[in-house]
């Protein structure tokens, strides 16, 4: 038996005007713990905002040429359903000081949610349902002159689905207790 698509309500559109540029421009990461919110048709609503200390604001270059957010939703004839955010931010030079953060970043049994805003303008709640954690961390000193001395963090999710819009007004309150 086939399950059928309810198209009422759906609507996927095209404007000449909207901006589709690439790349980031802001992240920041909370403990999933610490995100206290509602969810309704693809919106996150955050109930209580969150607070300082509750919230790293990731200062990264948003021209940087690596630095991205992808979100694949994969749906199998058996019916399973998996989706996989990965963000990959850089941060340059292998200082002291990004070596120890990024090492309390990357611990065993995390959860973490990434608030994401694109270059396009769309922001995105990352790991709402089940948290982040940071899967890999990369150093390297570059080759020659011309290559880039720095850190690459990757945070990856199993989710049911695609990361979750934020509206600018919840935005809002993540970013003023960074």
Known sequence: MACPVNF???????????VASGGLKSIYLMNRADVDA???????????????????????????????FTDVKTVAADGTVTAVPTIQIEFLRMKVENR?????????GAELVAFVETAAGTIHAVGYEFG???SSVDGASGAARSDKN???????????GLALAVPTTEFAKVVAAA
Request: proline share 3%; charged share 15%.
């Open 8 to 18: 009422s309500g759906l609507d996927i559109s095209y404007a000449c005007g909207e």
């Open 38 to 68: 509602t969810v309704a048709d693809g919106e996150i609503t955050i109930v209580t905002a969150p607070v300082a200390g509750e919230v790293l604001a990731l200062q990264f270059n948003n021209k940087d040429g690596f630095s991205n």
């Open 100 to 108: 120890n953060a990024l090492n309390a970043l990357a611990i065993p």
């Open 132 to 134: 982040l954690y940071a």
């Open 150 to 160: 720095r850190y690459q963090l990757t945070l990856v999710g199993d989710e049911n």
